[in-house]
């Protein structure tokens, strides 16, 4: 349906457009790899040998995936690095401070979840994401706005999840009380803070 000419130009302008988001993802996997050939995982866990409170490591979790996601805007490569890292300091540590079994597993299954959620967390704040950078394409809104943008709503749920959900979790919280009050304080929150969007018609 186009001509050679307006075919050429279709082409050079889908270049243009997709260039910059080719080569901040290209930084972000190299960014990654870097990472991963430092051995990060073994200098934390020597870092944390002995020196924090199991109770804590769910929390210290979700904060450490969300940096790192952040910084490297990989959701899965942050699960690579972490879930090595975490899982077995969680139970090595719930076990040399005494906890019984149910304790332990209970926040060792805590740290699976905050390793995702923080991951999650931190690839959709993260301005070199993948996800990120093809839906400011794809709504062709400038990148950093995005990221500025969704960045408050995001965050204000992490911390909810932070404080209510995770650290009570860890000393026991039934999870079906966790959600109840963290869903009261989302809905305060919005009643609250937010302001209705006015429509266009």
Same mark, same amino acid.
């Given at each position: 349906l186009l001509s050679l000419d307006k075919t050429m130009q279709s082409a050079i302008n889908g270049f243009k /457009?997709? %260039?910059?988001?080719?080569? #901040?993802?290209?930084?972000?996997?190299?960014?990654?790899?870097?990472?991963?050939?430092?051995?990060?995982?073994?200098?934390? /866990?020597? %870092?944390?040998?002995?020196? #924090?409170?199991?109770y804590l490591i769910p929390a210290f979790t979700f904060v450490l995936a969300a940096i790192v996601a952040f910084s490297t805007g990989s959701s899965w490569g942050t699960m690579?690095?972490?879930?090595?890292?975490?899982?077995?300091?969680?139970?090595h540590l719930s076990q040399a401070n005494g906890l019984d079994f149910e304790t332990s597993l209970s926040i060792f299954n805590n740290v699976v979840a905050c390793v995702l959620a923080g991951a999650v967390l931190g690839d959709h704040c993260s301005p070199i994401s993948d996800t990120t950078i093809l839906s400011s394409l794809a709504s062709s809104c400038d990148h950093i706005s995005h990221v500025r943008t969704q960045m408050p709503y995001a965050l204000t749920v992490g911390v909810i999840a932070l404080l209510v959900g995770t650290l009570p979790a860890a000393f026991g919280l039934p999870f079906i009380v966790n959600i109840v009050i963290s869903t009261a304080i989302l809905f305060l929150i919005v009643k609250r803070v937010g302001k209705k969007v006015e429509s266009s018609h």
């Open positions: /457009t997709m %260039l910059t988001a080719i080569i #901040i993802l290209v930084l972000a996997w190299s960014l990654a790899l870097i990472i991963e050939e430092m051995h990060t995982a073994d200098f934390i /866990t020597s %870092l944390l040998s002995e020196s #924090i409170s199991p690579a690095i972490i879930y090595p890292l975490m899982l077995p300091t969680a139970w």
